[in-house]
């Protein structure tokens, strides 16, 4: 009986241990987002395409190699490939040849293009890093959500329970006679309203976590567990940053401004790949040929064998070609018109780049210094709704104030709790942006 009562236990725990849930943290759920979400795949494809373009243009630095065969089956009157006499007869022949050649110069346009493909090629591994970094930044906005609407829960359900001590106390004075019904309905009415404000953010919790789910591509599960723990405000959140600092340092490594400027850097080699088309290009060439044809006799009218033939008609050749672009109706000429305009525009984009990453730093800076000052005020608040609160209770159970004026403190007493924790959050989450910008590794992307 005894063992069977163990086994009983053991089946039961290991299907616990088994059905519990993950506890995820926030890495766990940056690091699961990047692996998963469809955007950073098609992103990382675009990035094999330019990397691959990369290394085609490195490889058009080899000699072109072409090979030529020719079969055919003459009939009337036709050219003889031996003598070029027109005859009128039926033959078969065929024909081989071999050519290559290879840019002797091109006014560098094949350098140029491998160094702005490779320009590109950088530019795609930053578009990549960028996506996991804006993904990073979603999924973190959607914990920290989550967070938040369970701090509401967690305040709603201990209004919740203040308020059902308030009905209780009420009840059991009312039936003694020491208070009126309209005290008990009063009573009743805030018990029910505490109740319809934690339905209310249970929906919001659920909706918080659903975005989160959504974000992390994790399709399998309905719910996801969050650490409980949240790590408390540090000095350093409360710590002043430098615009200028800052803005160095992010302004070279931030992926959307590095990106930008590698773009500007191929439009340059490109710029250039498109001016040497204005110049002469030289190539070297060479190749071999030979033919067989049944019109190739002997002395004794019998067809020379093939063999024999392929090796008498064998030729070879090896020479240069220079080719002078004289005049394509100016189309060279506004090709390269066209890559100034691109290059210049590239320019401009990166200053555009440069700039909203300031402004966005600016955006950040004066954020931190308001939430760290709302932060100080709001704390003080939540100490003083808190023993006001109490203050309201013990004068409510003494018969010192209404039922009305008790619901109002501890509504105050709720708000305070709700804004409190909205301010310490959004203050970790700009302070952990800034900290991103600012080169720390927050976020775990690789």
Partial sequence: MTLKIYLTTLALLISIIGSAQKV????????????NNLQVKNTDYSKDSSKETYRQSIRDLLPNVSGFSDSRYS??????????????????????????????????????TIKASKFIYRATQE????????????????YYDIKFNEGLVANSLEQLEISQSNYDIVK???????????DLYEAESNLL????????????????????????????ESDIELQTTLDPISNELTESVSLDSVYNVAKNFVPLVKGQDLRVKAAKK????????????????AGLSSRFSETNLDDNDMIIPFRDQIDENFSRFVGAQLSVPISLGWANHSR????????QQAQTNLDIQEQELFQLLQQLVQTNQALIAEYE?????????ELAFTISQKRYEKGLINALELFQAKNLYGVAQNENLQVRLRLKVNKSTLDFYNGLPIFNIN
């Fill in 24 to 35: 995820w943290t926030l890495e766990e759920c940056i690091a699961f987002a990047v692996k």
């Fill in 75 to 112: 009939s009337g009157l036709t050219e003889d490939p031996q003598t070029g006499v027109l005859v009128n007869n039926e033959f078969f022949s065929t024909s081989y040849s071999l050519n290559a050649n290879i840019d002797l110069f091109q006014g560098f346009q094949k350098l140029n």
């Fill in 127 to 142: 578009d990549v890093l960028q996506e996991k970094f804006l993904l990073a930044f979603r999924v973190m906005s959607a």
């Fill in 172 to 182: 059991k004075q009312v039936e003694l006679g020491l208070m009126a019904k309209a």
């Fill in 193 to 220: 309203g505490d109740h319809l404000l934690v339905t209310q953010n249970k929906n919001l919790l659920a909706l918080s976590k659903l975005t989160l789910l959504q974000e992390m591509n994790l399709t399998d």
């Fill in 270 to 285: 490109q710029l250039q790949a498109t001016r040497g088309s204005l110049y002469p290009s030289i190539s070297l060439i």
């Fill in 336 to 343: 390269v018109k066209q890559q100034k305009i691109a290059y």
């Fill in 377 to 385: 005020q709001s704390n003080k608040r939540v100490q003083a709704q």
